[in-house]
């Protein structure tokens, strides 16, 4: 079963233009989410992070918006730029990020010039 | 920010051989350390959570006789794959937490092992 959707497996994007990328959840329990951007053969590297008690966070280009109630949580990227280019995981996490963290099956962005 | 350095970053091996990668933490301490395995186009799986000076904790499915998990300091955490098979070749990432409980995972670069 998994706790952690990206349902799409990738996206393309014009440079300058706004990327959204998506996450469900299903464990209610979740209250501390992460992405990650990952270039291959590299480890993923940590992007922005938010908790429950949030519903957005941001930092420069990247915002991420949390719904609750609808377990979704969002990256935007604007403007998109080509080094983004990268697979984004969603990540979440119970009891604050002390636990273990649960992560989705990533997302491959594009951004073309 | 924070670095996690894992070491090698490939290695290939027979099979039945065993081999050990590193995990270090370089500018914190890492209380607890993460072991994932990664197959292509698939979600990090959490093999094991490593915590300095006791016994790790293996997630279900994974073998702990075969992936050995030592974390000897508040920097360092080794992986050992033992006896490896085929099936044994994947990307391996280690990842480390500071002391801080909400402190975000930092992930070291992967090792792509291949048995062959």
């Known amino acids: 079963d998994q706790q952690v959707k990206q349902n799409s497996p990738s996206l393309s994007v014009q440079e300058g233009r706004i990327s959204i990328l998506n996450c469900d959840y299903t464990n209610s329990m979740f209250d501390y989410f992460l992405w990650y951007k990952k270039y291959p053969a590299e480890g993923p590297t940590f992007l922005i992070s938010i908790s429950s008690i949030k519903d957005k966070n941001e930092d420069g280009r990247f915002t991420v918006f949390l719904n609750k109630s609808a377990k979704h949580l969002s990256l935007h990227i604007v403007p998109s730029q080509p080094g983004d280019s990268a697979v984004y995981f969603c990540a979440a996490s119970a009891q604050g990020g002390s636990e273990k963290l649960v992560f989705g099956k990533g997302m491959k962005l594009t951004v073309n010039p | 920010g924070a670095v996690v350095s894992q070491h090698p970053s490939w290695v290939i091996c027979k099979s039945g051989t065993s081999v050990k990668i590193e995990c270090r933490s370089l500018?914190?301490?890492?209380?607890?350390m993460f072991w994932y395995r990664q197959f292509p186009k698939q979600s990090l799986m959490l093999m094991a959570t490593?915590?300095?000076?006791?016994?790790?904790?293996?997630e279900q499915g994974v073998e702990k006789d075969k992936f050995l998990i030592n974390h000897a300091s508040l920097t360092l955490s080794t992986l050992t794959v033992t006896s490896a098979h085929p099936e044994d070749s994947s990307f391996y990432i280690c990842?480390?937490?500071?002391?801080?409980?909400?402190?975000?995972?930092?992930f070291g670069n992967g090792t792509r092992l291949t048995v062959t």
């Open positions: 990842s480390a937490r500071a002391r801080h409980y909400n402190s975000p995972l930092h």
């Open positions: 490593s915590n300095e000076g006791s016994k790790a904790t293996y």
């Open positions: 500018d914190f301490q890492a209380t607890t």
